[in-house]
């Protein structure tokens, strides 16, 4: 018989191999009330793509289903018995369009469904009560030596609940690690228009502490013919960023922590900084550099220099010739000084954005001004 991670199957049930599955996908026992967003691409036959949106939290009881299809988005919402559906944003959908649109408590009840079927599946399936067949088999599926298990429908009391896994359900476990190679529905009870199915799983992801299986392709099962293929990603929309905005509030920013530095003032100086262990500053000239790193270091600095220079030393000094990069919430900037009409230096900061706001990480100076440089232009 097969062994894995040390362990004999041998004198194993079905259910308690089952458990060794769920114990793959949910290590932390949290499906009962994880929370998350994906982003569902189903490829079809013709190639056609199909993109939804899909959240879940099911310690709340909220599903919530945005599919995009012809330029338009259908939005459908289920929070415990509460159900609203709307299309690009509008709820005046007439209930003739409801049915036809397959917005109904009928059809959201069957995506939710469908949905924590397909990510949850171990899991979903224990809640739904599953019997299995009492022997284990050993089988190949896609090349992989497998376990076989044989569900065979569930306790009567779920029968009405779960019309949808009653008939014969084969499962392909890989021993290594009681990960799943695949599924088999030889036939389809709750729809008699779906012919029977098979599934083969690719790749994995973690959706805040549950592993989902990523790829999931559909197969006739009588013929292997190819069905279709859904694949979830982590959820990335990001909200728009204007990046002339930033760049202005990044330049006020500059030119405030100059400021409040040749002003004396302390409390300002510190709030354009972020305050953490990975920040870096330097300066160099001619004669002399300053180099700190860690916040702790910058604030000892910053301390000590004001003590020793209390009063306010104001020279016009600004930042000119700006040269931005910026990367979602990183961004790098370069930039000249000037005193009076006199080449001060050369700048570089680095930026992170730290709960909405733009603080300096990293400052760096070349004091120019203290060589002897030939050759430039005013």
Request: proline share 3%; with cysteine.
């Amino acid at each position: 018989m097969l062994l894995s991670q040390e362990i004999e199957l041998e004198n194993l049930r079905p259910d308690q191999i089952w458990n060794l599955v769920i114990r793959h996908y949910d290590p932390e026992n949290k499906w009962h009330r994880v929370g998350g967003s994906l982003h569902s691409i189903v490829i079809q036959p013709d190639g056609a793509l199909v993109n939804e949106d899909i959240i879940l939290n099911n310690q709340f009881d909220i599903y919530q289903s945005f599919l995009f299809r012809n330029d338009s988005i259908f939005m459908s919402r289920k929070e415990g018995r509460r159900i609203s559906f709307s299309i690009n944003g509008s709820k005046d959908i007439s209930s003739e369009d409801r049915f036809y649109l397959k917005m109904t408590s009928f059809d959201i009840d069957f995506r939710r469904r469908r949905h924590l079927f397909e990510l949850g599946m171990p899991m979903y399936l224990k809640e739904a009560g599953i019997l299995f067949n009492e022997e284990v088999k050993e089988g190949l599926f896609n090349g992989e030596n497998c376990i076989v298990l044989e569900s065979v429908g569930t306790r009567a009391e779920n029968k009405k609940r779960f019309p949808h896994i009653q008939s014969s359900i084969f499962y392909y476990i890989r021993p290594q690690d009681f990960s799943l190679a695949g599924m088999e529905f030889p036939e389809v009870i709750e729809n008699r228009e779906i012919p029977g199915f098979r599934i083969v799983f690719t790749g994995e992801l973690d959706m805040n502490g549950v592993i989902i299986p990523r790829v999931k392709t559909y197969y006739r099962y009588l013929d292997n013919k190819y069905l279709y293929t859904r694949a979830v990603h982590p959820f990335t929309r990001k909200e728009f960023v204007d990046q002339e905005v930033e760049r202005q509030v990044i330049a006020d920013l500059l030119r405030d922590e100059i400021h409040y530095f040749q002003m004396r003032d302390f409390g300002k100086w510190i709030s354009c900084w972020s305050q953490q262990d990975d920040v870096f500053q330097s300066y160099v000239s001619k004669n002399s550099y300053v180099i700190n790193e860690g916040w702790a270091e910058i604030q000892s600095f910053g301390r000590s220099f004001f003590r020793e220079n209390p009063d306010p030393h104001v020279i016009s000094i600004d930042p000119y010739k700006l040269t931005f990069h910026i990367y979602d919430d990183l961004a790098w900037v370069y930039f000249d000084s000037r005193l009076k009409s006199q080449l001060q230096g050369r700048h570089q900061r680095i930026l992170r954005k730290e709960n909405g706001r733009w603080k300096i990480i990293n400052w760096t100076c070349f004091d120019e001004a203290s060589y002897v440089v030939t050759g430039l232009k005013e």
